[in-house]
């Protein structure tokens, strides 16, 4: 082939190249991002076929040899003209093919922060547990002390030492569950009073409250139950006297019922009190008419109180001539269902989530 005739074949190729690359940015132009790998393919395939090894372009400069001194460098120029021009198409196609590329990247990691978070359900705080906790507020704010004892008590401490021998008929008010002769899942957290009295050692004053869960072999129904919770209180000092009891009762009630809680006291016997008393609330399920919680007569004990029994202040080591005391067992599920209007105790250890939730805050 002459010069002539290589430059024509040069020209072709040229020529055929830059159709298909217009072909390629014409794709381009209206590619979906999805496409880019695709157009990707046939650009590469563009580059080998047009400036690989095996082009025609470089067939045609291999024949450069039959040309004359004079004509070779005509030929040399226009073969690195073309495929200089032909590098820079495909360079610059392979740019804009990167940065639909990254866009495309971009578009796939996007996070959509508008989309609203997956709410998670929040759990409450039990019924008896919140009512517990505002009762130790009201006492912690008169200075008293928590104290806390165990489950399983002695005959001795539950009983014995607060004034109920063996053979007393009182102990028949309180059925126990006996684990041996000498112990016994606790009927009542005024064991804690003995306790506590032992633990201060003859000092004086003794201001706490002692929370917990007592026993007692008794019938479930809307009211009872055989596991339930009490709060003592236990104050002993110099010239205590049974108008002390009085307020600090006066001022729970009100700070729990709130001031327009009707509140009565009636005397009561207990054997480690003397003299004893009960307080009762009006009945907030009925207002007083009479239901099944109140059994019919308006009003429902929240606790048993009195001033300290000489006999108990001196087996826990106090002289009864020198010091005087009170003491009161108080029933916090009695108070929750007073206070939320829970018709049976029973509901409250059940832990069905549609009591449980109304106490979500
Ligand atoms: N422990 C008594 C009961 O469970 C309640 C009680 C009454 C506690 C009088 C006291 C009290 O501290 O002084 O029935």
Not at 218 to 242: K, P, W, Y
Request: net charge negative; glycine share 8%; hydrophobic share 35%.
């Amino acid at each position: 082939m002459d010069l002539a005739e290589l430059e024509a074949a040069i020209n072709k190729v040229r020529g055929l190249a830059k159709e298909q690359m217009q072909q390629l940015e014409d794709d381009l132009r209206q590619a979906k991002l999805e496409s880019v790998g695709e157009l990707r393919r046939r650009l590469d395939e563009w580059r080998v076929s047009h400036l690989g090894k095996k082009s025609q372009l470089q067939q045609v400069s291999r024949q450069m040899s039959d040309l004359s001194k004079e004509e070779r460098p005509k030929l040399g120029s226009l073969v690195n003209q073309t495929k200089a021009e032909l590098e820079a198409q495909h360079d610059r196609l392979e740019e804009r093919l990167s940065a639909l590329f990254r866009q495309q990247q971009f578009a796939s990691e996007t996070l959509d922060i508008t989309l609203p978070g997956r709410r998670h359900p929040l759990g409450s705080v039990h019924p008896i547990t919140r009512i517990i906790g505002e009762i130790e507020d009201v006492f912690l704010g008169m200075g008293y002390e928590i104290v806390e004892g165990t489950e399983i008590e002695t005959d001795e401490y539950n009983f014995e030492k607060l004034n109920l021998p063996k053979d007393h008929p009182a102990r028949d008010m309180q059925d126990t569950f006996y684990i041996t002769e000498e112990l016994l899942l606790r009927t009542q957290t005024s064991a804690m009073q003995v306790r506590t009295m032992e633990r201060m050692k003859g000092k004086v004053p003794v201001r706490v409250i002692a929370p917990g869960r007592v026993y007692r072999r008794d019938e479930d129904d809307a009211t009872h139950s055989h596991a339930f919770n009490q709060i003592e209180g236990l104050v002993v000092d110099e010239g205590i006297r049974m108008s002390d009891l009085k307020g600090t009762l006066e001022l729970f009630a009100r700070a729990i019922f709130g001031p327009d809680q009707e509140v009565r006291r009636l005397p009561s016997f207990f054997p480690f009190t003397e003299p004893s008393a009960e307080v009762d609330v009006r009945c907030t399920v009925c207002g007083g008419a009479g239901c099944r919680v109140c059994k019919e007569t308006g009003w429902i004990e929240i606790l048993g109180a009195g001033m300290v029994h000489p006999n108990v202040l001196e087996f826990a080591g106090y002289d009864s001539k020198k010091v005087s005391g009170f003491a009161f067992g108080l029933g916090p599920e009695r108070v929750a269902m007073l206070k939320y209007g829970i018709e049976d105790i029973r509901l409250l250890y059940q832990n069905d989530l549609r009591l449980l939730s109304q106490f979500a805050r």
